[in-house]
């Protein structure tokens, strides 16, 4: 775990990288009471510390770490495959 503080342009810069929305999903996370690798969530908001507080897929509501953390964003594909699912349990 890093110490490092994030100056305000890099605040900046993730708020603007992962905007409310953004769907995200965890590869692993450095924490005691982690979130499974391969968990999906959607974000909710970055804190005023440039951590990512999605919400989880399974109901957690544990913060990325940037800096720390390791994750990415679904790619459009993905996107279209979740939308995809969506729709097809509504027709059910």
Request: charged share 30%; hydrophobic share 30%.
């Amino acid at each position: 775990m890093t110490d490092r503080i994030l100056s305000a342009e890099e605040i900046r810069q993730i708020k603007e990288n992962y905007p409310p929305g953004t769907r995200l999903q965890l590869i692993q996370m450095e924490d005691q009471w982690a979130v499974p690798s391969g968990t999906r969530g959607t974000v909710d908001f970055v804190d005023d510390q440039g951590q990512i507080n999605p919400k989880w897929d399974n109901g957690r509501s544990l913060a990325i770490v940037p800096q720390v953390d390791q994750f990415r964003k679904l790619t459009q594909q993905e996107l279209r495959e979740e939308q995809d699912i969506c729709m097809e349990e509504q027709t059910l």
